[in-house]
């Protein structure tokens, strides 16, 4: 599968972005599909996962800020980020087809190219 993930951009402090990630090639419909990021320096870290079934999970850094959600007919998953914080900022990388071993995800292979998100104070 391929992944395409575009919508990053600057923002401010408090500020909204909604990434998107689209996906070619798989069944996009039967995978559970999730967001990392990576800021420099430092880990590619989980921030939020959607299962076939729309149940979510996310990191306790992002619960009630940002929302995952998905369209299986635009083979599309979507982020939506709100109230962004400058620790926000980092290279936002979709996956798709992972799996959870109790409260661990492990992601695959298959990851989009990422895309940039910078949160200014």
């Known amino acids: 599968v391929q992944l395409q993930a575009s919508g990053g951009g600057a923002v401010q402090t408090g500020g909204s972005l909604r990434l998107s990630c689209a996906a070619s090639?798989?069944?996009?419909?039967?995978?559970?599909m999730a967001w990392y990021r990576q800021a420099p320096g430092n880990l590619r870290e989980f921030v939020a996962s959607?299962?076939?079934?729309?149940?979510?999970n996310y990191h306790d850094s992002v619960k009630g800020r940002f929302t995952i959600s998905r369209d299986n007919a635009k083979k599309t998953v979507y982020l939506q980020m709100n109230s962004l914080k400058p620790e926000d900022t980092a290279v936002y990388y979709c996956?798709?087809?992972?799996?959870?071993?109790?409260?661990?995800?492990?992601?695959?292979?298959?990851w989009g190219q990422g895309t940039l998100v910078t949160v200014s104070s």
């Open positions: 996956n798709a087809g992972g799996h959870y071993i109790g409260s661990y995800f492990y992601p695959t292979s298959s």
């Open positions: 959607v299962s076939n079934g729309d149940s979510t």
């Open positions: 090639g798989g069944i996009f419909s039967i995978d559970t």
